[in-house]
């Protein structure tokens, strides 16, 4: 909605960085106002014991929401990464990248993507997890061998009392229910040396409290991409 917050124009926006039911306050000649603004909404907030804080990492991930160089870069598909909705099926207009997206997309639908890895979420077992990771943490297959993956993004939920993660596993070992074993530091294993064990989920991990059209759509067997 356009609105008026101390006296400037803003649009007040519940986008959501972590699928939580927040609000964001965009505001128009932000590089001029913006310390005012930020004053007038701490002021605001104190009567309400407003904190400022960063938006909650396990919340980022439980909605499968990716960082940028941590979960994807330059060399990944969106279809590797649950983004596929985001390449349009019926865009007539060129864009970048257009051709190589479509020839990917009917690769994948012909059962032979042009990757061998995909981004899945994972409850994994072990310690709750309270640091961010500083390498990314191998994952194995549960009757064990080589490595076969990565973690990318893992964090301890209080919400669902576990660790959650984001990370990358071969395409033949994504699906739902798959069991996993994660090399995990030993300040986080059950055994310190020994893997964990996980499991493949659903992401995001619960619904958001204003899903998005993604998970609309997905609720009714829609492919979100038009």
Excluded: C
């Amino acid at each position: 909605m356009e609105a008026t917050v101390a006296g400037r124009p803003v649009v007040i926006s519940q986008t959501g960085f972590t699928g939580e039911k927040g609000y964001e306050i965009y505001l128009r000649d932000a590089t001029l106002y913006a310390e005012e603004m930020w004053n007038a909404v701490l002021e605001a907030g104190r009567p309400h014991n407003l904190r400022v804080i960063a938006p909650a990492h396990h919340r980022r991930v439980a909605a499968g929401i990716l960082s940028w160089g941590q979960d994807m870069d330059a060399e990944t598909l969106p279809f590797q990464v649950n983004l596929g909705y985001q390449v349009p099926r019926k865009k007539e207009a060129d864009y970048i990248g257009k051709a190589a997206l479509e020839r990917a997309r009917g690769l994948i639908e012909a059962g032979t993507p042009p990757f061998r890895m995909v981004m899945v979420g994972m409850r994994v077992g072990g310690r709750p997890i309270d640091e961010y990771a500083p390498d990314f943490w191998l994952v194995r297959p549960r009757t064990g061998g080589d490595p076969v993956g990565y973690l990318t993004s893992p964090w301890w939920s209080p919400e669902l009392e576990t660790n959650i993660a984001l990370g990358y596993v071969p395409v033949e070992l994504s699906a739902v229910g798959t069991r996993l074993a994660v090399d995990l530091p030993a300040q986080y294993a059950d055994v310190p040396g020994s893997p964990v064990g996980a499991e493949v989920v659903e992401v995001p991990f619960r619904p958001s409290v204003n899903p998005n059209q993604r998970e609309r759509l997905k609720e009714r067997g829609l492919d979100a991409a038009v």
